[in-house]
């Protein structure tokens, strides 16, 4: 009852009742039983600040779950599996490939948690779905994975396997564009994205609606993101005058992206997707060149909220570094893992990876974003995408991701008339 007392107390009432209700109230059990939940991000290179909040994320979830007693009588233990490499400088899709066999090779783990980018998630989901391990990815974003038409390619055995607790590219890139049109009054824009699946996926989708809407798209480059110098591209780019630069893509490149078009176009707006977020940019780029900069997020923001305090406080305090909103997606999908591990247990059916990926297609929990469930292809029924403008805050650390990137509200599905 102490025990239970103190993790009131850290957690808030309502974060206990969801905790308590995926424990069953088990304690003792717990410690008889344990499943692994693997983590596969890119704790190497360029994307490391992105995803070491969202592995701390995971393995709060984790901590929670195992506090209040397990999951329907299981203790949770937790892989980790770098996907970064040091050749690519940012995520390897044939180290995530690498992980995703060894994962699925031990039949300890149940499910996952991961990959960050959508990159890992094609290279990694045939190998998946040829074993029926279901990953839970709290930030990857392009909607091919999950999208019917390349279930061959995806999920060629059938079943959904690729969950997200974030929304798809196909509302993040054509919101945006109708926030730029309809609130920022962009009427011209230039692309650029970093070639690599999200980065290609988000611009793409963000350029067919922006033309749909009416905006003069006067072009789209990709980017080598190994390249030092884009100065080339961004001084045409300052020739043609645009309204605004929109930029698909992660940090590797975006970092650079962000500092030279400082230096060529400082007045120029600036906008991106959630691929420009991430502390690692914060400081690669620094004040005032990243000052300014729009950046969406496909999920809710609710970091701010009252009742997120102690959940924040908590965080920051064992791990030393503020959370962003992937934190709190990961830590909902631990809290859907542990929820499909104890309707499995007290089912009286094996804890399995394919008793728990069928247990998670039929989710319906509370998270700490809101409401989680997922339909038939495994993405999140919820299709919020908050936008955030960068304002230097001096008051926090220059890559505190919390408070230099300044909420403004919800990015509209459809665009005003």
């Known amino acids: 009852m102490q025990r239970r007392k103190l993790l009131t107390t850290a957690l808030g009432v309502g974060a206990v009742a969801a905790l308590a209700t995926i424990a069953g109230l088990s304690p003792a059990q717990a410690q008889d039983k344990t499943v692994t939940i693997g ?11 992105s995803a070491t909040r969202i592995k701390n994320g995971a393995l709060m979830g984790i901590d929670d779950i195992n506090a209040a007693g397990g999951a329907g009588g299981y203790k949770l ?13 940012q995520y390897d899709p044939a180290q995530a490939a690498t992980n995703a066999k060894k994962f699925v090779s031990d039949p300890s783990v149940v499910a996952l948690v991961g990959p960050e980018m959508s990159g890992e998630g094609k290279a990694m989901t045939p190998i998946l779905s040829a074993a029926n391990v279901a990953t839970i ?7 091919d994975i999950t999208d019917p038409k390349f279930a061959p390619q995806y999920k060629p055995n059938g079943k959904a396997i690729y969950f997200r607790t974030v ?11 109708n926030y730029m049109r309809d609130t920022l009054h962009v009427k011209s824009v230039y692309i650029l994205d970093d070639s690599g699946a999200y980065g290609v996926g ?23 993101p190994k390249e ?20 698909g893509g992660v940090a590797q490149a975006g970092v650079k992206v962000a500092k030279q078009l400082y230096d060529i176009a400082p007045n120029i707006i600036k906008a991106g997707g959630d691929g420009m977020v991430d502390g690692g940019i914060l400081s690669g780029v620094g004040f005032p060149a990243i000052e300014g ?13 009252a009742t997120m305090s102690d959940w924040v406080g908590r965080y920051t305090k064992a791990y030393s570094m503020t959370p962003d909103d992937y934190a709190i997606t990961a830590y909902d999908a631990v809290l859907v893992i542990g929820d499909a591990i104890k309707r499995v247990a007290a089912s009286g059916q094996p804890v399995n990876h394919d008793t728990v990926r069928d247990a998670i297609q039929s989710t319906s929990i509370n998270g700490l974003q809101g409401p989680i469930s997922f339909d038939e292809n495994g993405d999140i029924v919820n299709k919020v995408i908050s936008v955030f403008q960068i304002h230097h805050d001096a008051a926090h650390a220059e890559d505190d991701v ?16």
């Not at 983590?39 to 600040?49: F, S, V």
């Not at 892989?79 to 690519?88: E, K, M, N």
């Not at 988000?202 to 080598?224: C, R, Y």
């Not at 300044?406 to 990015?411: C, E, L, N, S």
Request: glycine share 8%.
């Open 39 to 49: 983590i596969e991000l890119p704790l190497t290179g360029a994307d490391a600040d």
């Open 77 to 89: 233990q937790s892989s980790i599996l770098d996907s970064g490499t040091s050749t690519a400088g």
């Open 137 to 143: 990815t709290p930030s990857s974003t392009n909607p």
């Open 167 to 177: 929304t798809t590219d196909a509302y993040q890139g054509p919101n945006m564009a």
């Open 202 to 224: 988000m611009s793409n989708l963000f350029e067919a609606q922006a033309k749909k809407i009416g905006m003069n798209v006067m072009g789209h480059d990709q980017l080598d």
């Open 228 to 247: 030092a110098d884009y100065t080339t591209v961004l001084t045409k780019i300052k020739g043609l005058n645009p309204d605004a630069v929109y930029y």
């Open 293 to 305: 900069w729009y950046v969406t997020q496909a999920s809710p923001h609710v970091l701010d909220d």
């Open 402 to 417: 919390q408070h230099q990137y300044k909420y403004i509200g919800v990015a509209p599905e459809a665009p005003a008339s």
